[in-house]
Nanobody
Framework: QAQLVESGGGLVQPGGSLRLSCSAS????????IGWFRQAPGKKREGVSC????????AYANSVKGRFTISRDNAKNTVYLQMNSLEPEDTAVYYC?????????????????????????WGAGTQVTVSS
């Protein structure tokens, strides 16, 4: 059964760092584009970052550019989101999702766009809280 699991969330002070991990069981992440999304209380889920299967396309939301970095370790079947200079506005549940790239280029990670509809598999999320 294909499953994505996020980990690495927690409570951190403003200005601090966290590294989220997205691990998969039942399928190989290197064949998928991976996106990170977040949803704060009372707000819509938004795309944070994505990386295509070939790593040729990487995108970030404007709100996290220069602070967050997405990467993948195919040997560990894991995708990471390094989050630095965290702000209270980054508080949210963070989800990773996988886009199978069935028709060639990923629908969910195209240019600067992180498109939720392109992702078929979702994790349950991990809470990130930025507070002093």
């Amino acid at each position: 059964q294909a499953q994505l699991v996020e980990s690495g969330g927690g409570l951190v002070q403003p200005g601090g760092s966290l590294r989220l991990s997205c691990s998969a069981s039942g399928f190989t992440l290197s064949y998928f584009a991976i996106g990170w999304f977040r949803q704060a209380p009372g707000k819509k889920r938004e795309g944070v970052s994505c990386i295509s299967s070939s790593n040729s396309n990487i995108a970030y939301a404007n709100s996290v550019k220069g602070r967050f970095t997405i990467s993948r370790d195919n040997a560990k079947n894991t995708v990471y989101l390094q989050m630095n200079s965290l702000e209270p506005e980054d508080t949210a549940v963070y989800y990773c999702a996988a886009d199978p790239e069935e028709f060639g280029p990923p629908l969910g990670c195209a240019g600067d766009s992180i498109i939720e509809a392109g992702y078929d598999y979702w994790g349950a999320g991990t809470q990130v809280t930025v507070s002093s």
